[in-house]
């Protein structure tokens, strides 16, 4: 799909996002972070930043009105899910008719492919606008999906897409959690306006590639994030210090690992790279 295509749906026409929920008697719900993205223009750079075909199939992380679905649908086969009940049951009476779009009604951090995806898919795509407060939760869910995901295409706010895409010297837990698991890259900032309810800040669109091969098993994953947990608990001290008091380790012995590996004895947590994290946690990390 070119930037010039124009964007069908099998959603039915109605409503915009505002006069759908009054029409309902619905209210957005504050306790699910919900905001409904309203803006045709957004959802269009949704849809061609996924490159969809028609076999792709997509697993839709919260569906809230089934705009987006509607879109998706019109190219592709969609799992929705939705975890509110008012809208899932919404959503399954407006795709009754359509056999390219299922909708689910189940907490997205409860399920995996398995849970979803018809038996025999090869591969699949994920997107979603995702809450504020499980947005660490469920890309770390996400990404760790597997077989992993083609692309993921999510709708985060926009400084939690700045942190996400931070390099060497703004990185941070978010940051080493994402990269560790794809590579990732802000595609276009969304205006608070574009959604209903409008949240107090902006949004932004963030394009992850997962790898298809891990870059640590899981057991070095997980001393990984033991090793950056301590580093980023006392972010203003240097590694030396933090390491030092997180690990319960001679400052002397972080001193040596750190010079063992290229790293600047005053580097703090936020200066080193993943490929850095990556050798200072086989060098230093305790066994499991």
Not at 135 to 164: C, D, F, G
């Amino acid at each position: 799909m070119t930037a010039n295509d124009e964007l069908r749906t099998l959603a039915p026409a109605g409503l915009a996002p505002a006069k759908l929920l009054h029409s309902l008697g619905l209210e957005a719900r504050k306790g699910l972070g919900q905001n409904f993205l309203a803006s045709k223009a957004a959802l269009g750079k949704i849809v061609r930043t996924l490159e969809l075909q028609p076999d792709d199939v997509v697993v839709e992380v919260g569906a809230g009105l089934g705009t987006l679905t509607g879109y998706l649908a019109a190219t592709a086969k969609v799992v929705a899910v939705e975890l509110d009940d008012r809208l899932a049951a919404y959503l399954q009476q407006t795709f009754a008719g359509c056999d390219r779009a299922q909708v689910v009604h189940d907490d997205i951090l409860k399920l995996g492919p398995e849970d979803l995806l018809p038996t025999g898919t090869a591969a699949y795509k994920v997107v979603g606008n995702l809450p504020y407060y499980i947005t660490s939760a469920a890309l770390r869910h996400l990404l760790n999906w597997r077989p992993p995901a083609a692309v993921l295409v999510v709708m985060v706010q926009y400084e939690v897409a700045k942190r996400i895409v931070a390099g060497p010297g703004e990185m941070s837990l978010l940051a080493l959690m994402v990269q560790l698991k794809g590579a990732a890259a802000m595609v276009a900032r969304v205006p608070a306006g574009a959604f209903v309810p409008r949240p107090k800040v902006d949004s932004a669109i963030v394009k992850i590639l997962p790898r298809a091969q891990p870059l640590a098993s899981d057991t070095e994953d997980e001393r990984l994030f033991s090793l950056a947990r301590a580093a980023f608990h006392q972010r203003r001290k240097t590694l030396v210090n933090s390491l030092a008091t997180g690990l319960s380790l001679p400052k002397a012995a972080i001193g040596q690992a750190l010079e063992e590996v290229g790293i600047s004895a005053q580097a703090r947590a936020e200066d080193l790279s993943l490929n850095q994290w990556l050798r200072l946690t086989a060098r230093i990390a305790p066994e499991e």
